[in-house]
């Protein structure tokens, strides 16, 4: 069993829905990271948030450590956010992440 | 993207010969990383680094080495390439406890 999983692992939206991506954890951990990769490949770090909630423009992010739990959601989804979305999270406290397999989000106009 | 560069972007080379990848950074960050992303698998840990000289393993190791004799350069070497080795590895930084930051990726086909 993955210690971090995601769900869905595909997901596609028409442009303008609202779009929640979810990831869970077995192990625990003071905080958890959100990806994107783009289709070109390249890795970018959205957020990194050990409670509550963290926004950034059209992206909101949010953690119960009790329930081991996180979601991204996106609002207004455009074409551009079409993305492979990554949870991860630290491993045992130390700074090496453990990643989970990503949810493919497609955004169609 | 915080000054980090691979190199090769991307590499064919057959089972059994020796493959040395490099990860550049402009920044001196102490801690670097080196992962590989397979279909149906997360990011792994291959090894990382936590300084000149200072490696240690990932969940990931066997069948590579790594070296790092100056802060702006860790190396990843398969000694003898398998196909099982087929990959994209991206060599990562952690510029503060919050964040790593990527770089581009590199392809790598075993034949």
């Known amino acids: 069993k993955n210690e971090v999983e995601q769900s869905p692992q595909n997901l596609t939206a028409q442009e303008g829905e609202f779009i929640t991506i979810n990831c869970s954890y077995s192990v625990g951990i003071s905080a958890l990271h959100w990806l994107q990769q783009h289709p070109g490949g390249g890795i970018v770090s959205l957020f990194m948030l050990s409670s509550g909630k963290k926004k950034h423009g059209r992206l909101i992010a949010t953690i119960n450590i009790q329930e081991k739990h996180s979601s991204l959601h996106i609002t207004a989804s455009h074409p551009r956010d079409s993305a492979v979305y990554i949870c991860a999270a630290p491993f045992y406290n130390t700074d090496k992440l453990i990643f989970g397999t990503g949810t493919r989000l497609q955004v169609f106009p | 993207d915080a000054g980090i560069t691979q190199s090769p972007r991307h590499k064919v080379t057959e089972t059994g010969t020796p493959v040395t990848l490099r990860c550049h950074q402009t920044e001196n960050h102490r801690y670097m990383y080196w992962y590989r992303q397979d279909p149906g698998h997360g990011l792994r840990l291959i090894h990382y680094s936590y300084g000149v000289k200072d490696t240690d393993k990932g969940e990931v190791s066997d069948g590579y080495s790594v070296s790092r004799s100056k802060t702006e350069d860790f190396l990843l070497t398969l000694e003898s390439a398998t196909s099982s080795q087929t990959s994209v590895y991206f060599c990562?930084?952690?510029?503060?406890?919050?964040?790593?930051?990527f770089g581009p990726g590199t392809r790598l086909t075993v034949l």
């Open positions: 990562a930084i952690s510029i503060s406890a919050d964040t790593q930051y």
